[in-house]
């Protein structure tokens, strides 16, 4: 497995820093290895999320690094491509630990970090000198933090029941749909996504019928012209869907195509690809939540936004999830508490992160390492109208913030026990 690319003191900016590194006699950086579908169906998704923890890295590194026992250390993100599969993201897991990573990141696919959690726990029962820690910043499977859960796992971003929870507290309310269709794709998270949407609606929307229900190949659907021709011969009056990538473009590529009039629940309809894809029609129709959302209406938030565009000022580079600088910031704030990168004191001060960035904080739930923080809801509308600030990726179109969804509110009961080691 190559690295295909690496982000330490490398870029023109960071190269900069060299000086102040060399004050802090140039101790070893401390490698991270992002294990992400850089190839294949979500390569968009991968590269995206690649610029985000970049720019993270590099603010920590211009700030001076981490400060540990042996001095201060800079970042160092190194990235290998799964290519979307289980088996080549765990031949990159033993690649990245043999070249000295001990802290791995990924999440664009919850059996895949199932897989890595799993290599993750034999591999520091087996060799104990050479543990990982693992920073989960998407994978969204419910069972990863409850029956899977792991003390060297920590999860950033909300599970997909409390992403489910966030959007029915806007159904809840939304008396024009009277029926939906579930769609997602076929593997642990979209059928979670399925259980969980039917199990909400029931408690909280009981008058709502569900007309349609189906799992799809992931990121195998050329053509999703059957499945919107089967959403509007059902007469949904929503989709309830976690698609992401080019499942979720195409799907409403078709939709629009077809002359599909109902809503869209998305839990990633705000990226990569999506507004532009739905373009006029998903005005006033397509929510999606997030842990943060561009046009949260507030002075922090908008420094945050305009300053990752001055970063990346391509339109197609749109793409910037406020959890994946939480990930970096958490892991600065944890190496420093701990003085050190070793595992078990770096997992143990991992559990007693509060993070407060851009307006916006949370904390890691000791319990079972689960990130509580907001969750955001918006929906889509023309630049310019009231609440639509920014657009995403130059479409013109936004998400204007529908509802704010407290800590306290988006937090759920887990059904983790927590294995520690002796």
């Not at 060799?127 to 933090?145: G, M, Q, W």
Request: proline share 5%.
């Amino acid at each position: 497995m190559k690295i295909l690319r690496r982000t330490v003191l490398k870029s023109a900016a960071a190269a900069a820093l060299l000086p102040a590194f060399a004050r802090a006699q140039a101790a070893a950086p401390v490698k991270l290895a992002m294990i992400e579908g850089l190839s294949g169906g979500n390569a968009n998704g991968g590269e995206a999320v690649f610029r985000n923890l970049a720019w993270a890295v590099e603010r920590v590194n211009q700030r001076g690094g981490v400060r540990t026992r042996a001095g201060a250390r800079p970042l160092q993100l190194d990235r290998y491509d799964s290519k979307g599969q289980i088996e080549e993201a765990l031949s990159a897991l033993r690649s990245a630990i043999d070249d000295g990573a001990r802290v791995v990141l990924q999440g664009n696919s919850s059996a895949v970090a199932a897989a890595l959690i799993d290599a993750v726990n034999k591999h520091n029962e087996r060799e104990p000198e050479r543990r990982v820690v693992f920073l989960n910043y998407s994978a969204v499977d419910p069972i990863l933090t409850n029956d899977k859960c792991s003390f060297w796992h920590f999860r950033f971003d909300a599970h997909a029941d409390m992403r489910m929870g966030a959007l029915m507290s806007v159904l809840r309310e939304d008396k024009a749909v009277r029926s939906v269709y579930l769609l997602n794709p076929d593997y642990s998270f979209g059928q979670a996504v399925q259980r969980e949407a039917r199990r909400q609606l029931a408690a909280q929307r009981p008058d709502v019928q569900v007309v349609g229900e189906e799992l799809h190949p992931l990121l195998r659907i050329k053509d999703f012209a059957p499945y919107a021709t089967k959403i509007k011969a059902s007469g949904a009056d929503a989709v309830i869907t976690g698609n992401f990538s080019n499942d979720l473009t195409l799907l409403v590529k078709a939709a629009r195509e077809i002359g599909f009039e109902g809503r869209f629940y998305t839990f990633y309809g705000n990226a990569l690809g999506a507004p532009a894809a739905i373009g006029e029609a998903g005005v006033g129709k397509v929510l999606a939540v997030a842990e943060w959302l561009p046009n949260l209406p507030t002075r922090e938030s908008e420094a945050f936004y305009q300053s990752f565009r001055q970063r990346f000022p391509r339109p197609a580079d749109d793409y910037v999830h406020l959890r994946m600088q939480m990930v970096v910031e958490a892991l600065a704030q944890a190496i420093e508490r701990a003085r050190t990168t070793e595992a078990v004191p770096l997992a143990l001060a991992l559990e007693q992160v509060q993070v407060g960035f851009a307006g916006q904080s949370g904390r890691m739930r000791a319990a079972d390492h689960q990130f509580q923080q907001p969750l955001v809801v918006g929906l889509m509308d023309r630049q310019g109208t009231p609440g639509v600030r920014f657009d995403v990726e130059g479409s013109g179109y936004g998400f204007r913030t529908v509802r704010v969804i407290p800590p306290a509110q988006a937090e759920m009961p887990h059904a983790c026990k927590m294995v520690r080691p002796a």
